[in-house]
């Protein structure tokens, strides 16, 4: 009895050893990647998982904020998330992140300089973060209802003559702030309460003129020609154009967000190996390349952008030139009182 127990003892350990054996295979050869929703080539996926036998288990999230309540709330581990810029930051501050290891990221010197040292606004030092797309927020309109040029200033979405064909701002506290912030002349990362209440009461003046507001969805409204004139993501832009030729884009000459989307890996990661082999082979020229070709999003990668037409590189609604940049702004982290504070006027301005 003592020696059949001791041999079913042995069995059931080998087991055990054999299936932890088994998991940590399994757990070394996939890669548990948190995302945007279509924010990625599939064909890059496989390429990657085709090449190194690292299965990529993709699962999605739809803005930064419910991004951020899972990861820190600890329900799922991750080996890498592609994040925003002042989430990033909030991100540090709260030590849910690890610093890169650029040795094992070769390809990070594909990276421009002039992008990583805007993003080291939020970043400090490059630390944390691996671009993987950036762009600015800008004003699509319809050219049959506007004529094509004319539109130049965020305030060209206070005009009330394009109330009837319709106007859409982004619903968005930060985006839809930033656009009255830049043309009174505000920091858009501002946590002054007089400031906000001058943004608020400026809005205040274009809302009975506003016909939604909106965030993807504005374009198909403007594809649909169902409004003349919106907010929009520059990354969206060649999409638009593509399914509506009449329309055209502009960055206001006031200045914008700059935004970047990046790799970055939680500090509980239980794959870091994995998730460095995806970003170095995110980073090779032609995956960059791939990317803006799936996306439409401007890349910072100088290796890639040279493999890109020559009528991308010289639109400047893709590829702003360097005083439209130097114009333009990230966002930052306010902390939790300023959130408290812009979600106040939010309201107030939305009246909800």
């Not at 400031?195 to 400026?202: A, P, T």
Request: net charge negative.
């Amino acid at each position: 009895m003592k020696k059949t127990f001791a041999f079913f003892s042995v069995v059931v350990l080998l087991c055990l050893a054999a299936a932890l054996s088994a998991c940590g295979k399994q757990s070394d050869n996939v890669l548990k990647l948190y995302n945007y929703g279509d924010y990625m080539s599939e064909d890059l996926l496989e390429q990657f998982e085709k090449e190194t036998g690292i299965r990529v288990k993709q699962d999605t999230f739809d803005t930064n904020e419910d991004m951020y309540v899972m990861v820190a709330g600890g329900q799922v581990q991750y080996d890498l998330i592609i994040a925003g810029d002042y989430t990033i930051e909030k991100m540090i501050q709260n030590e849910l992140l690890q610093p890169l290891n650029y040795e094992n990221i070769p390809n990070a010197a594909n990276l421009d300089k002039d992008y990583m040292a805007k993003l080291a606004e939020a970043d400090k030092g490059n630390k944390y973060a691996i671009p993987y797309t950036w762009g600015t927020v800008g004003i699509l309109y319809n050219t049959t209802m506007i004529p094509e040029g004319s539109i130049t200033s965020w305030n060209d979405l206070w005009n009330a003559k394009y109330k009837n064909d319709g106007i859409v701002m982004m619903n968005s506290v930060r985006d839809t702030f930033m656009a009255a912030e830049m043309i009174l002349g505000i920091d858009m990362n501002t946590t002054k309460e007089e400031d906000l209440k001058r943004v608020v009461e400026y809005l205040m003046e274009q809302k009975p003129i506003v016909q939604a507001w909106k965030n993807d969805e504005a374009r198909d409204d403007l594809i649909e020609c169902n409004a003349a004139i919106g907010m929009i993501y520059s990354g969206e832009y060649l999409y638009c154009l593509e399914k509506n030729e009449d329309l055209a884009f502009c960055i206001p000459e006031e200045g914008t967000n700059l935004w970047f989307d990046c790799f970055v890996i939680p500090k509980n990661a239980k794959n870091v190996s994995a998730a460095e082999k995806f970003i170095d082979f995110m980073l090779r020229a032609e995956s960059g390349k791939a990317t803006f070709d799936e996306l439409g999003y401007p890349i910072p990668n100088t290796a890639a952008m040279k493999l890109l037409d020559k009528e991308y590189l010289e639109d400047e609604n893709i590829f702003p030139p360097q005083e439209v940049l130097d114009k333009s702004s990230v966002y930052h982290y306010l902390g939790e009182a300023a959130d408290e504070l812009l979600n106040k006027y939010w309201k107030q301005y939305k009246g909800n």
